[in-house]
Nanobody, 130 residues
Framework: QVQLVESGGGSVQAGGSLRLSCAVS????????MAWFRQAPGKEREGVAA???????SYVDSVKGRFTLSKDNSKTTLYLQMNSLKPEDTAMYYC????????????????????????WGQGTQVTVSS
């Protein structure tokens, strides 16, 4: 049974940093795409960053240069280092996974569509105050 468990959320002031972790268990696929999504109150869930099996990462424009996605050598833990946090980063952050390559749009960027990812964690709250 695949389980994704997020941790590391919290409350910080604008400009601060947090590191989110996603512990993965029961996932045996050697080819996969793992991602972080976030959902603010009253808004749709949106993609933040994704990492493919080969380690290539992709970020949405709003977090480029501030967030860094990585995974440990055993590939059982996914990390999202978030620096220079802004109040608009406030959201519930979710870890997600899918078998196979990261889905792409016709333009070649990662397609952060919820229905492409079959496994989800319960989320961890990030609150950034101004």
């Amino acid at each position: 049974q695949v389980q994704l468990v997020e941790s590391g959320g919290g409350s910080v002031q604008a400009g601060g940093s947090l590191r989110l972790s996603c512990a993965v268990s029961g996932y045996t696929s050697s080819s996969n795409c793992m991602a972080w999504f976030r959902q603010a109150p009253g808004k749709e869930r949106e993609g933040v960053a994704a990492i493919a099996s080969d380690g290539i990462t992709s970020y949405v424009d709003s977090v480029k240069g501030r967030f860094t996605l990585s995974k440990d050598n055993s590939k059982t833990t996914l990390y999202l280092q978030m620096n220079s946090l802004k109040p608009e980063d406030t959201a519930m952050y979710y870890c997600a996974a899918r078998s196979g390559a990261c889905p792409k749009t016709t333009g070649g960027s990662v397609a952060f569509r919820i229905y492409f990812f079959g496994f989800w964690g319960q989320g961890t709250q990030v609150t950034v105050s101004s």
